[in-house]
């Protein structure tokens, strides 16, 4: 999922470059896959469990996770260029802190039921700004 993800979003990413907030948009088009995530996510969260006690697996996991960083930080890298920010040379380790919060903030979607501890605003919000101020530090 994560590769088709990926791909989807180097596609669309084309149409919004000259946006006035390209990396925002990178945030609202993640947020159009929330009807699968938590599906998903439940999944993910199984296999990363097996993986931990097979490491034959984890490294098979850990190559699909990092052709998903990859990609994630050749499209924030783009956006942030798009916008006249110039992202660190390790835009991978952007791309991986971006993964980690936003599988954070899914997790407690998952498990937070009520609408008022809902994270998907928060992610929604607060993503964009920390790549932009992460990209803005790294010129």
């Known amino acids: 999922m994560s590769d088709r993800l990926v ?13 006035a ?9 993640l947020a159009t896959h929330d009807a699968q995530e938590r599906s998903w996510f439940l999944v993910s969260m199984e296999f990363t469990l ?9 490294r098979a996991l850990a190559e699909h996770e990092e052709r998903l960083n990859t990609g994630l ?7 942030l260029a798009s916008s006249g920010q110039a992202p660190d040379v390790s835009s991978t380790a952007l791309a991986r802190l971006v993964v980690a919060l936003y599988e954070g903030l899914t997790a407690m979607r998952v498990t937070h039921t009520t609408t008022d501890a809902d ?3 928060l992610a929604r ?10 990209g803005a530090s790294q010129e």
């Open 7 to 19: 791909s989807q979003l180097r596609e669309q990413v084309e149409t919004f470059t000259n946006d």
């Open 21 to 29: 907030d390209p990396v925002a948009r990178v945030f609202d088009l």
């Open 50 to 58: 097996h993986a931990a006690r097979h490491p034959e697996i984890a």
């Open 73 to 79: 930080a050749e499209i924030l890298g783009r956006c």
């Open 119 to 121: 994270p998907a605003p």
């Open 125 to 134: 919000r607060v993503l964009p700004h920390l790549v932009r101020a992460l």
